[in-house]
């Protein structure tokens, strides 16, 4: 599906054909049909792979329906069958012709497969051999979106949060819930949505090629659609299986400078803590990677003087914060609520003065220099090595920076 989709937004399939041919792989035939789900017309790839004697058999949709339990196939120039480990795979890509940017790339997706594996079978990556990202229909799947993605060339890549169905998988080693193991290992830390449907709606291969080739997960569509291209799935459902893609345009606000980035804020009211305990404990956030922690005087029940306590952060670390604050303070508990970043481009220069090299941190907005100031370790160093009150100091440093923007200007 992932193949159609992007064909269908404009990538030439003659192009990922002829490069599709590069790998040391045969037996294998890629064909892109116009087809529809609900009235949502696209594209489908199909992959049909074929026997020793010529024969074709069943074309298979990886990227939303799949079968763990697949034949075992024979790559006839390397003479492997389909359970190969991550040598086999990177001899197959590194023996190529491709470029070098579609070698990483297609390497990095099953690296990604090969650490999942190992680490929910308990094995060394080098024990690892792969079921179905090891047959010829996936290594196309995979080596095709690294392709794909040199065609278009995106300056960024985005993705909605991933949806994983609901139901049941049949994996080589049993049937288990959606998503299968595989899968939810390798979109660990990965923002995911479930049972929208009743089958497996993200696999391994689908994962991986996200978890690679994605910049940011979100589900707001912050930019201009200028192109949209559909994958269609083999399977049906009330809602369209299809793969969507848009090709867009960065929006106006977001060309200014600004970078947006979803975050959280963790906060909680004490009322019973001794006041000292309060700089150790802002201590052990901004260790732990807070972006922000301030505290706010605030008025409980039974008009207790109290403060909140508030902690911004990034959702990869949320749960970290989490237990700093219910480990370290008196809190019951904490909130937790969703916001939107909006921060302003920064460039960071050294200038020297006459106190010796200082670090610059200017913000960019619209394309110009807004503002500068000094960094502040760097004003406290100076204010101790010369024994001179800090505010001296930025004033100093503040004048130099007028200069020489004036200058600039």
């Known amino acids: 599906m992932n193949l159609g989709a992007l064909v269908d937004l404009g990538v030439d399939p003659e192009f990922l054909k002829n490069e599709l041919k590069k790998l040391k792989v045969r037996n294998f035939k890629l064909e892109f049909i116009p087809d529809q789900r609900k009235g949502i017309t696209g594209t489908r790839a199909h992959v049909l792979i074929t026997e020793k004697k010529g024969t074709s058999k069943n074309d298979h949709d990886h990227n939303n329906d799949h079968d763990h339990d697949q034949d075992h196939d024979q790559d006839h120039d390397l003479h492997q069958s389909h359970h190969r480990n991550l040598h086999d795979i990177s001899k197959i890509i590194n023996q190529s012709s491709l470029s070098d940017s579609v070698k990483a790339r297609s390497l990095e997706i099953f690296q990604k497969v090969a650490d999942a594996e190992a680490k929910i079978h308990g094995k060394s990556i080098d024990e690892i051999h792969f079921h179905e990202v090891g047959a010829i229909d996936s290594i196309v799947d995979i080596?095709?979106?690294?392709?794909?993605?040199e065609f278009l060339r995106p300056d960024k890549i985005i993705s909605s949060s991933?949806?994983?169905?609901?139901?049941?998988?049949?994996?080589?080693?049993?049937?288990?819930?959606?998503?299968?193991?595989?899968?939810?290992?390798?979109?660990?830390?990965?923002p995911i949505k479930y049972g929208?449907?009743?089958?497996?709606?993200?696999?391994?291969?689908?994962?991986?090629?996200?978890?690679?080739?994605?910049?940011?997960?979100?589900?707001?569509?912050?930019?201009?659609?200028?192109?949209?291209?559909?994958?269609?799935?083999?399977?049906?459902?009330?809602?369209?299986?299809?793969?969507?893609?848009?090709?867009?345009?960065?929006d106006s606000h977001l060309e200014?400078?600004?970078?947006?980035?979803?975050?959280?804020?963790?906060e909680c009211n004490i009322d019973d803590m001794n006041p000292?305990?309060?700089?150790?404990?802002?201590?052990?956030?901004?260790?732990?990677?807070?972006?922000?922690?301030?505290?706010?005087?605030?008025?409980?029940?039974?008009?207790?003087?109290?403060?909140?306590?508030?902690?911004?952060?990034?959702?990869?670390?949320?749960?970290?914060?989490?237990?700093?604050?219910?480990?370290?303070?008196?809190?019951?508990?904490?909130?937790?609520?969703?916001?939107?970043?909006?921060?302003?481009?920064?460039?960071?220069q050294e200038i020297m003065t006459k106190y010796g090299p200082v670090i610059i941190k200017t913000a960019i907005y619209k394309g110009k220099r807004l503002k500068s100031k000094p960094e502040y370790e760097d004003c406290v160093r100076i204010a101790k090595e010369h024994n001179i009150p800090v505010h001296i100091v930025y004033q100093e440093i503040n004048k130099l920076i007028a200069s020489l923007n004036s200058d600039a200007e």
Do not use: W
């Open 256 to 266: 200014s400078g600004m970078e947006v980035h979803t975050a959280f804020i963790i």
């Open 196 to 250: 929208a449907v009743q089958f497996e709606t993200t696999t391994p291969t689908g994962a991986a090629i996200l978890a690679t080739m994605v910049n940011e997960f979100t589900d707001r569509i912050q930019f201009t659609i200028r192109k949209t291209g559909y994958g269609i799935g083999t399977k049906d459902s009330d809602i369209p299986n299809v793969l969507r893609v848009h090709l867009g345009e960065i």
């Open 143 to 149: 080596v095709g979106a690294a392709i794909c993605i």
């Open 162 to 190: 991933v949806e994983v169905g609901g139901g049941f998988v049949r994996c080589e080693h049993g049937v288990f819930p959606v998503p299968a193991p595989a899968t939810a290992e390798i979109l660990r830390n990965i």
């Open 276 to 348: 000292e305990i309060y700089g150790h404990v802002m201590d052990l956030l901004f260790e732990a990677g807070a972006d922000d922690v301030f505290i706010t005087p605030v008025i409980m029940k039974k008009a207790r003087p109290a403060s909140k306590l508030s902690v911004l952060c990034s959702p990869e670390i949320d749960n970290e914060i989490t237990n700093i604050l219910l480990t370290h303070t008196t809190t019951l508990g904490v909130r937790k609520h969703k916001v939107e970043k909006m921060i302003l481009k920064r460039e960071f």
